[in-house]
């Protein structure tokens, strides 16, 4: 059953030429490999990805982990969260659909970037059975995800151009770092949810594609390495290389989703829950969007 | 091997004297009793058909100064013993696959394990070596094969290579064969052997 799922998930190409085809790694095509690495006039992606992989990654990893949510702490202590009247009149922002595709990938997220730093840690925990048991969830996790992610993509496409607002919210940063309720220029996506937005969707689908190749490992699918020009030994040491600076970024922007709905805007996290906004916080952080639906005399 | 402090192990194909019978791949694949679709050791031509520059060489882990393997490794599961064997923990690995990557040679191997096709943990030469179970155990004979090298034997490999091309030993006894073998030919220069510098460095 759980196979047939993977197979539905677009993985079916992966997986049937994984099992059928001769080896891309350790048949003929070895020679070849041993050849090319480290030639001069390549991409000599070998050695980088063992320098960065042995000097930078986890470091990164590690400074996301401990620096982003340090900032946050800052932001709150200093600054302190934005809190809105919860007894106002509410304004509907999720249907039923934005809310099951949102709690799906909440909840595979929820459990890839946990696992996922936990892998990349792996030493800390000693490897063996119990960094195993999180790979495999890691793996599980992106099949709900990717089940999600396209539609989750498309449904808010439209909310999530670009639009001048999204400059004016940059400039102030948000009005996170004042104090005062002022309305700031923002539609039903601001340009820092617009930016999760388009790392969560786009990005989501390079992490999934880089993890999918990393997994499957030796399959042959010469279109793949037609197009990127790349060996499939290649291939696995840029999707690592992808799969890690992709997921800075991501794993970022996450821990920044979760302050903001969380800590950051009290209370705001019910509004995927049950659909409501409250009025006033629309109304100062999203402003645009409340005029807007106030010329349509929706509120 | 001399007994001399600083043995370091090292492997060495003799390119003129290899016939690619790959007695070398059979050999340890049945001393270890490697699943099928493992293969250690793998005997490969390069330049094939080019005349004058065909050769063929035999191909396993290095076990390399520096091991990139050991570097790039998440969960730590490689070990370099004094000797310079590179070996590791399959209890501790997570099958990752980042050692591949890694690896000049394409040493690491991943066999399948269970419905989904998931990587198991990493199989590679372990020089005859074993693992770090307890050594003759038979917990290392399942999980890294034979432990010729505590029981004082060549590993197998080289121990049945019909034309010594294969050696393997202390780096520097390695090299007097190499070095007495090139003059009693009277011909031709004393190259580094393939894949030595990437191994060994310069």
Known sequence: MKKYILLLLGSFLLASVAYAADSQIWGEMRVENILA??????????????????????????????GVPSVFLLHYLVIGPKVFSHDGKKIYAFNIFHRIVHQIAAISFIVLVPTGFIMTFGSTFGGGEFVRMMKDLHGLATVTFAIVVIPMFLMWLKNMLPTFDDIKWMMIVGGYLSKVKRPVPAGKFNAGQK???????????????TGAIMYFMDF??????????LSQIDLLRASAILHAVVGFVIVALFFTHIYMAVFAIKGAIHSIITGYKEEEEVKILHSSWYKKLKKEGKV | MSVNEMARMKFYCDDDRCIDCNGCSVACAEAHELPTGITRRKVITLNEGIEGKEVSTSVACMHCTDAPCEQVCPVDCFYIREDGIVLHDKKTCIGCGYCLYACPFGAPQFPRDGAFGTKGAMDKCTMCAGGPEETNSIEERELYGQNRIAEGKVPMCAAMCSTKALLVGDAQEVSKIYRARIAAKGKGVQSAPYGWSK???A
Do not use: H
Not at chain 1, 195 to 209: D, E, K, N, P, S
Not at chain 1, 220 to 229: K, L, R
């Open chain 1, 37 to 66: 690495y480290g030639k001069e006039g390549s991409l000599k992606l070998g050695s980088l990805f063992t320098m960065l992989q042995s000097n930078y990654f986890a470091k990164i990893f590690l400074a996301i982990l401990v």
């Open chain 1, 220 to 229: 042959n699918i010469p279109m793949i390495n037609e197009v990127t020009g």
């Open chain 1, 195 to 209: 930016a999760w937005y388009w790392f969560a969707t786009l990005g989501g689908m390079v992490m999934i594609l």
């Open chain 2, 199 to 201: 191994a060994y460095g």
